[in-house]
């Protein structure tokens, strides 16, 4: 009896070098043989192993990871995936200078530190005949992630604001918080210039509720200004002229600053007070003052001291003086014979200033 054992033991030891892995438990027994193996039963049939793993062969036949390996480094199945080890050995391990590039997908910036499952899980599986596949362990398997990074990434930070496949136009793939270096604003209906550069983006965007994104609360952004026509859309506050001169703020500013005075296109005869003599080369800020001012009145005192100390009224100045210069008076001696001092004999070569002091 003993001798039959032993025997029965040796035909079995023979025909199968070790049990299989739990993963092809299904087809342990010697009439199970050949549906891996060739008919002489000494290789692997690889055409056998691409009838039940479809998707190694769907990789193959689109030019992928497996086509690499199996085309191009001529490797056969087990050099890979090791069997009849029962489950002391993976069945597959990856090699540690395993090239991600093959794969189509290169990994770049941050993805190159992640670990394989921080990707490759179940949760990210993206496309439908992976998961129906009754043949692919969901937990173990590598395939079924799509390239696009809503794959593992949801977009419901932009709360549908921007489509799925535009990721790359904004962010790169060291931090999505990288925005800066590769967003280009200059694409948008509101190219940025001037001081408008170095705004905050949330001083213009206005902010969505936050939201819980990957376990770290942020606050996303609302990517369409509502209205943006017009600089009094965001600067209406700034507006120190109270609307008087409309909408038209380019017309006198430019986007340096709200002081760069743009003197070029800048008519200050549509002001009501037209520049003449030395008011044209004098400093805007000289009149207005720091704030730009607006001067109502449109007389003299308003910016030059009266050294007559009123005793002539404030719109009569243009009398004896013009806008070249105070000095001397054009005020005639024709002019001083209708006051109530006319001038006679000697008085008719004196100095004004003899007497008018």
């Known amino acids: 009896m003993k001798t039959l054992f032993l025997i029965i033991l040796f035909e079995i030891q023979l025909f199968s070098p070790g049990e299989l892995s739990k993963y092809h438990k299904h087809l342990e027994g010697d009439k199970n043989c050949y549906q891996c193996h060739s008919n002489k039963g000494e290789k692997i049939d690889q055409n056998s192993c691409l009838r039940c793993h479809i998707e190694i062969k769907n990789s193959i036949d689109n030019k992928k990871y497996h086509y690499h390996t199996t085309k191009i480094e001529k490797k056969s199945c087990e050099k890979c995936h090791k069997e009849h080890f029962k489950d002391r050995y993976p ?18 910036g941050k993805h190159e530190k992640l670990e394989c499952r921080e990707c490759h899980k179940e949760g990210f599986i993206v496309k439908k005949h992976v998961l129906l596949d ?52 200059d694409n948008t209906e509101f190219p940025l210039n001037g001081a408008h550069k170095n705004v905050r983006c949330d001083k213009c965007h206005e902010q969505h509720p936050k939201v819980d994104y990957l376990g770290e609360m942020r606050t996303p952004l609302k990517h369409k200004v509502k ?8 600067h209406k506050k700034d507006d120190i002229h109270n609307g008087q001169y409309g909408e038209s703020c380019e017309t006198c500013h430019t986007t340096d600053g709200f002081k760069f005075i743009n003197l ?60 070249h210069y105070f000095s001397p008076s054009e005020f005639t001696q024709e002019q001083h014979q209708k006051t109530n001092f006319k001038l006679t004999g000697a008085h008719n070569a004196i100095s004004c200033k003899s007497c008018h002091k």
């Open 91 to 108: 069945l597959y391990t990856l090699p540690k200078n395993f090239n991600h590039d093959v794969t189509g997908y290169k990994l770049d």
């Open 134 to 185: 009754k043949n692919i362990d969901k937990k173990r398997t590598y395939f079924g992630l799509g390239k696009g990074c809503v794959g593992c990434h949801p977009n419901s930070f932009h709360n549908d604001e921007i489509s799925d496949d535009d990721c790359s136009s904004c962010h790169d793939q060291t931090s999505f918080k990288n925005i800066y270096k590769t967003f280009e604003h």
């Open 227 to 234: 209205d943006f026509e017009s600089c009094i859309s965001c």
């Open 264 to 323: 070029k296109s800048f008519n200050h005869d549509k002001t009501g007070f037209q520049l003449k003599g030395a008011h044209k080369k004098a400093d805007c800020l000289v009149c207005h003052q720091k704030n730009f001012k607006y001067i109502k009145e449109k007389n003299c005192l308003n910016c030059h001291h009266d050294i007559h100390n009123g005793e002539y009224s404030a719109d009569s100045c243009e009398n004896c003086h013009n806008q």
